[in-house]
């Protein structure tokens, strides 16, 4: 099988997207493929202009781009409670602060929009919202409160600097009684049309290395030990209380989450999740 010009596969950068990627290897495909490991502001945009034509993004951008785009089975990163890497800090309890000042991290619109979720639907505020770089003592200086993700929430949690800390995967869990959901996977639908085999072989490779990831993660906590600092117990943990399948329940909880972010206006349509096949497209259920 040979293509003009190699099929460009998006990897988000965070560590909690490691166990999917990390026995994923483009150079194994049947076909030429390249890999562009971005933060996921960066990907959303070259997923939804096409230039990137499979791969991991923010469930938000998948919403906002989700007619040119179809859903990838089996994958996602979500938790059912704790993500511990999406992380509100403040001085005071959240329920204070729900109509404050509150900065946000500027790398990804799925958790901010969850806050917006979280601190308007279910807490009744209505919040002033600056958009900064992640740096927490900065942020702090002209904020209530402060969200960061990923890593750098990661990091920012292991320094005891007198916060109090709010988990929204948690957050959101206690609201609702449901997970939530924070990366998919998806392709462009041109390039599903146009490369139905190498789609198909993409797929089933990050399904496969997903099951060899979760199988083995002693040298992915290896890597995140070096890379970003901590324990091997805590990434042991981290990587433990995510979800990485996208089954029924965690479809549920990406469903109601699009929805409430229809009706605050995040987002301009309402989204209809679809999820790509072997030549068969499956509408998840409502």
């Known amino acids: 099988m040979s293509h003009p010009k190699p099929t460009v596969i998006g990897k988000i950068s965070y560590t909690n997207s490691w166990p999917v990627f990390h026995n994923f290897h483009p150079s194994r495909l049947s076909f030429p493929a390249e890999m562009v490991s971005e933060v996921p502001a960066i990907l959303n945009q070259g997923m939804a202009s096409g230039n990137i034509q499979v791969g991991a993004l923010s469930s938000f951008a998948y919403a906002a781009a989700s007619e040119r785009l179809l859903l990838l089975p089996d994958l996602s990163v979500s938790s059912d409670g704790p993500v511990k890497s999406i992380l509100l800090f403040s001085r005071v309890p959240i329920a204070q602060i729900a109509s404050g000042t509150i900065a946000v991290t500027n790398t990804s619109a799925t958790s901010v929009n969850l806050l917006k979720i979280l601190l308007q639907k279910a807490m009744g505020g209505k919040p002033e919202y600056i958009s900064a770089v992640p740096d927490l003592d900065k942020m702090m200086a002209q904020a209530d409160a402060s969200l960061l993700i990923g890593d750098n929430a990661i990091r920012a949690s292991w320094q005891d600097q007198g916060y109090i800390v709010t988990d929204l995967g948690e957050l959101w869990k206690e609201w609702t009684g449901l997970g939530m959901t924070f990366a998919v996977w998806a392709v462009n639908r041109e390039a599903a049309e146009t ?92």
């Not at 139905?196 to 099951?211: D, M, Q, Y």
């Not at 290896?222 to 943990?237: K, L, Q, V």
């Not at 699009?258 to 679809?274: D, H, I, T």
């Open 195 to 286: 490369r139905p085999k190498a789609i198909a072989e993409i797929a089933e490779a990050f399904v496969e290395s997903k099951t060899l990831g979760q199988r083995n993660l002693e040298p992915i906590i290896r890597e995140a030990c070096t890379a970003i600092g901590g324990t091997a117990a805590f990434w042991d943990g981290y990587f433990r209380n995510l979800s990485y399948d996208f089954g029924e329940r965690q479809q549920e909880g990406l469903s109601l989450y699009f929805r409430y972010a229809y009706e605050l206006g995040l987002l301009p349509r309402e989204v209809k999740m679809e999820i790509w096949s072997h030549n068969l497209l499956t509408r998840v259920k409502e």
